[in-house]
């Protein structure tokens, strides 16, 4: 079965920096579509990150363009986002999602649990 599991949350300060990981297994890494979601507390969930392992297209939501970086490792299995210059918006529980045929900020087809980041002001 499809397992996704985020790791790397925490706490961190304001400019500061924090790297995610999603650890995949269960299903064809190489092509599928792996993508980030956040839910903020009171808020709709929404895209932040995406790519595409068949081509290594990536792609961002326009709050995190220039702060966030996706890349994939696919002798691991691992998806990993770089995020810097955290602000406190960035406060949120982020999910690791993987979809058979593409990236969508809309939804995808398999999600796992959260990693929570809370960025300090």
């Known amino acids: 079965d499809v397992q996704l599991q985020a790791s790397g949350g925490g706490l961190v300060q304001a400019g500061g920096s924090l790297r995610l990981s999603c650890a995949t297994s269960g299903f064809t890494f190489d092509d599928h579509a792996i993508g980030w979601f956040r839910q903020a507390p009171g808020k709709e969930r929404e895209g932040v990150s995406c790519i595409t392992n068949i081509d290594g297209n990536t792609f961002y939501a326009d709050s995190v363009k220039g702060r966030f970086t996706i890349s994939s490792d696919n002798a691991k299995n691992t998806v990993y986002l770089q995020m810097n210059s955290l602000k406190p918006e960035d406060t949120a529980v982020y999910y690791c999602?993987?979809?058979?045929?593409?990236?969508?900020?809309?939804?995808?087809?398999?999600w796992g649990k959260g990693t929570l980041v809370t960025v300090s002001s």
């Open positions: 999602t993987a979809d058979e045929d593409h990236c969508s900020f809309h939804g995808m087809d398999y």
